[in-house]
């Protein structure tokens, strides 16, 4: 059997990768950018890492490694050697987070924190206090007090001093590293005056800085707290999905019903469902007919009615009909499990505005330490005093962490791509997310994609001895063994009609052509007229394929021995709303152009009604995929939505690829985007929420950008001379403000209206 190059390079590069395997790891310990830039560059240095993306938002890191060199453990102790822990497999998306106790724990070092507060700064402001805590009058026990407080603030931000100095180690210091230093180089200081203050000198207690290193502590778990709820609400979208799939089911058995769980249930098992309840697995309906709510995967709020041989889908509520349907789908291969891994993976992958955060901030924590380094030895230097230079020290890396600029775009992204999810528009990769923004360019297949796919024969030109009947036999014949939409037609046709089904050998599926095979010895060729001209048949019927293409027909030609025998015409319905998309898009100065396999006639006739100007007819799936080759070289971007196997070159080729969820495996496989709903105002939707989401991560880089470059040189004392100075508990403060604004705004996103 011939294939063309395109699938035949596909196997290749398949058999290449075989030995390629894909995981997502739980990660624990990731704080901020600089840690899952540290971790994924480690991976990415280790022998038989082929690729790896962490995914900082999600707390997982996507990675792709050599099985005949290493295995999950392996990968696992990589993890940990970086300096973090593996939780596993990630195979839900339930939060790992304790938040009650997480709660539990801010109320009691909220509650200390102020006691804290008023122990150490009650006196300047005139609040009454216990004599013993006077810093004047005792100031060993003062001192005492302080540190008997600040001790459970150390416990408590343990993990975040750990972390920091095994980082610095490891030679990837992140904001914890920042944040060690600092609350250390306090406390130890602090240690000494109260040494000092113990020996005699008693005017050291105002060099005590254990306030300090506590409420930075605090500030910063309060950050993580906040940071922690927001990550969690990225994640409900996908949440919801999983939680809609049941966890039990009824099924038939020897005639009877037999309740069982979701796991228990194999293919072939056929399944019970009552009105009100919600399907369990994907399945076929063998029995019984009703309406099926499917508004949470297609985002169509109208029911939709099913019949038998109709598919079903896991999650659909059945509103009033009995139905007993045959499972096909189970467990990982359902559609809400491939939902569910598609934008897992998504969240794991980086547009390209995210990669140039990650860099900048992969260098900034160091740039950092040497600022804050030199900073100290200038002020030792101008002769401002040990306290002021490790005050100033202290501040300038508790100022610094850069929280909001690691927030800035994985979090925007994330919520978008939820946002996606639950319109029905799922994204399989974050660039496209990014790169939607910028299309000027759309290319549409017909058949199947600006039209339903729901092909009926209007016409049948018959030119043999045979009976229209017998013609569609031996075409329908062929038909049933191949996957393009126009072999419903003739099912339909055949079944309506009460038609055979002939037994047919050496099939042949010539992509862009038609369809070839042996039925009774004889060669039947199926297809277009180009199908007529590769096997050099004579076509005298030029003038009625132009008659029936201007009707609007797709053209199918029934040959048998090198004879044409027929035409028949199929005629396609346009989807209801492809006027209105091509409408908005062309008001966007986005260029539409029709790429299609039928004729001339035919596709002129669909485009005229659409009103697209811009059509190329007759092309096969290598000359689809050369034009998509052409625009791009000539620095347009191009989207490619299509549903079929010939549109597959095309949609890998394009800068992104859109596939209707009625398409092909290959083409949802070959696409960037899948279309869950079959609905083309998902393109738009797509464009806008891309627009939205990219302008989102602008203004949160912006912020971000503009309070570090703003706070650091204040931290460095540069505005003292004008009274203008922050101690490290307002530097810490104003650490969590930054992250709290860009957290804000990346939510805003959640209310994108379509």
């Known amino acids: 059997m011939k294939i063309c190059n395109y699938y035949l390079n596909f196997e290749q590069y398949m058999e290449g990768i075989s030995y390629m395997k894909k995981i997502i790891l739980s990660i624990d310990g990731m704080t901020c950018s600089a840690c899952s830039n540290g971790l994924e560059k480690y991976l990415l240095k280790q022998d038989g890492i082929i690729n790896a993306s ?8 996507l990675v792709e490694y050599d099985e005949t060199k290493l295995n999950i453990k392996n990968v696992e102790e990589f993890v940990k050697k970086a300096g973090f822990k593996s939780l596993g497999l990630y195979t839900d998306i339930k939060t790992k987070n ?15 924190s102020i006691i804290l507060m008023y122990v150490s700064m009650g006196h300047m402001i005139g609040l009454p206090t216990f004599e013993f805590l006077n810093m004047h009058t005792h100031p ?26 095994k980082n610095l180690i490891h030679k990837s210091p992140n904001m914890d590293t920042l944040v060690a230093i600092g609350v250390l180089s306090s406390l130890l200081y602090s240690l000494y005056n109260m040494y000092i203050i113990i020996k005699g000198n008693t005017s050291y207690v105002e060099h005590l800085y254990f306030e300090s290193a506590a409420i930075v502590i605090f500030f910063i778990k309060l950050g993580r707290y906040i940071d922690g709820a927001s990550k969690d609400k990225t994640k409900e979208a996908i949440q919801k999905l999983v939680q809609i799939t049941p966890k039990d089911a009824t099924i038939k058995v020897n005639g009877d019903e037999k309740k069982v769980t979701i796991d228990e249930i194999n293919k072939g098992d056929i399944v019970i469902s009552k009105p009100g309840e919600r399907i369990s697995v994907d399945g076929e309906i063998v029995i019984g007919k009703t309406h099926l709510d499917e508004s949470f995967i297609t985002g169509e709020s109208k029911p939709v009615a099913k019949n038998i041989g109709d598919k079903v889908i896991a999650g659909s509520i059945n509103y009033d009909g009995y139905i007993e349907y045959k499972a096909e789908k189970i467990g990982k291969e359902s559609t809400i499990s491939e939902i569910v891994k598609l934008v897992i993976e998504a969240t794991n992958t980086k547009a390209p505005i995210a990669k140039i955060a990650d860099t900048v901030s992969g260098y900034f924590v160091p740039t950092v330490i040497i600022i804050a380094f030199i900073t100290f030895l200038v002020y030792l230097f101008l002769g401002l005093g040990f306290t002021s230079a490790i005050n100033t020290f202290v501040t300038i890396l508790v100022v610094a962490c850069p929280c909001s600029l690691g927030l800035a775009t994985p979090l925007a992204i994330v919520i978008s791509e939820g946002v996606c999810a639950t319109h029905g528009i799922l994204v399989k990769k974050s660039e496209t997310l990014e790169n939607a923004s910028k299309i000027n360019t759309i290319v549409f297949d017909k058949t199947g994609t600006l039209t339903y796919g729901t092909l009926k024969i209007a016409e049948i030109l018959n030119y043999s001895t045979l009976t229209n009947n017998e013609i569609v036999e ?27 089904i002939l037994d ?3 099939f042949e599926d010539i992509s862009g ?5 042996t039925i009774d010895n004889n060669t039947i060729l199926v297809g277009n007229s180009k199908l007529l001209n590769k096997y050099k048949i004579e076509n005298k019927y030029i003038e009625q394929e132009e008659l029936l293409a201007t009707n609007g027909n797709s053209i199918v030609y029934i040959a048998k021995n090198n ?3 027929g035409i028949i015409g199929v005629n396609d319905i346009i989807r209801g709303n492809a006027k209105n998309i091509i409408e908005e898009l062309n008001k966007n100065n986005i260029e539409v152009m029709m790429l299609t396999g039928d004729n001339k006639k035919t596709a002129k006739s669909i ?29 347009k971007i191009v989207m490619m939505c299509g549903d079929g196997i010939n549109d597959s070159p095309a949609l890998a080729l394009s800068d992104i690829g859109v596939s209707v969820n009625s398409g092909t495996d290959i083409a949802r496989d070959s696409s960037d985007v899948i279309l869950t709903k079959n609905d083309l105002t998902s393109i738009m939707n797509l464009i806008n929420i891309s627009k939205k989401t990219i302008r989102n991560i602008k203004q949160n880089l912006f912020w971000a950008f503009f309070y570090n470059s703003l706070m650091i040189p204040i931290a460095m004392g540069v505005l003292s001379g004008i009274g203008i100075n922050i101690n490290p508990m307002i530097a810490s403060l104003a650490m969590v403000l930054s992250s709290f604004t860009v957290i804000l705004n990346a939510l805003r996103l959640k209310k994108i209206k379509m």
């Open 54 to 61: 962490v995914n900082l938002v999600m707390s997982n890191a």
């Open 474 to 500: 031996l075409a329908g014949s062929l038909e049933s063994k191949s996957t393009h939409p126009i072999s419903k037609a003739f099912k339909e046709y055949i079944e309506a009609n009460n038609l055979k």
């Open 563 to 565: 004879e044409i025998l």
């Open 140 to 165: 060993i026990s003062y001192a005492i007090t302080l540190l008997i407080i600040t001790i459970p603030f150390i416990f408590y931000g343990f993990d975040i001093i750990k972390s920091g100095f």
């Open 607 to 635: 485009a005229d009604t659409l009103e697209i100007k811009n059509v190329i007819a007759n092309v096969t799936p290598n000359e689809k995929s050369n034009i998509i080759k052409k625009l791009k070289d000539k620095g």
């Open 98 to 112: 304790n938040t009650k106790n997480n709660k539990v724990l801010f109320i009691i070092f909220l509650i200390l």
């Open 504 to 506: 047919v050998e050496k």
């Open 513 to 517: 052509y038609g369809i070839v095979g």
